[in-house]
């Protein structure tokens, strides 16, 4: 499965965007897929994952009530909607897959995802 992201951008604190993560290739349904971000000089870090069938979602402690994944299957598409954006959230945002093994397959690792998309920049501004 190929990945792209995009949305990203500047936006000041306290502000919103909307990634979207756009899917090709085998069925999407067939996918976790999760959303990573990495700021300049730390390691990559888990934000937030999605079931193949929407059922189940986790989110990381530091964007739970300002995050939320959602997707699209009859898109091929999995967003992520930030709201109340800190300076902190500023990272290169990336989108994963993972072929899921149930219905409640949700890794939060990210050895645990063999597709990535090439990451969209989000810069908060304060």
């Known amino acids: 499965v190929q990945l792209q992201a995009s949305g990203g951008g500047l936006v000041q604190a306290g502000g919103s965007l909307k990634l979207s993560c756009a899917a090709s290739?085998?069925?999407?349904?067939?996918?976790?897929m999760a959303w990573f971000r990495q700021a300049p000089g730390k390691e990559r870090r888990f934000v937030s994952v999605?079931?193949?069938?929407?059922?189940?979602?986790i989110d990381a402690d530091f964007v739970k009530g300002r995050f939320t994944i959602s997707r699209g299957n009859a898109k091929n598409t999995v967003y992520l909607q930030m709201n109340s954006l800190q300076t902190e959230d500023t990272a290169v945002y990336f989108c994963?897959?993972?072929?899921?093994?149930?219905?409640?397959?949700?890794?939060?690792?990210?050895?645990?995802?063999?597709?990535w998309g090439q990451g969209t920049q989000v810069t908060v501004s304060s």
């Open positions: 999605i079931t193949r069938n929407s059922a189940n979602k």
């Open positions: 290739g085998r069925p999407f349904s067939d996918y976790a």
């Open positions: 994963a897959a993972a072929r899921a093994r149930s219905n409640f397959y949700s890794p939060r690792s990210a050895e645990e995802y063999p597709y």
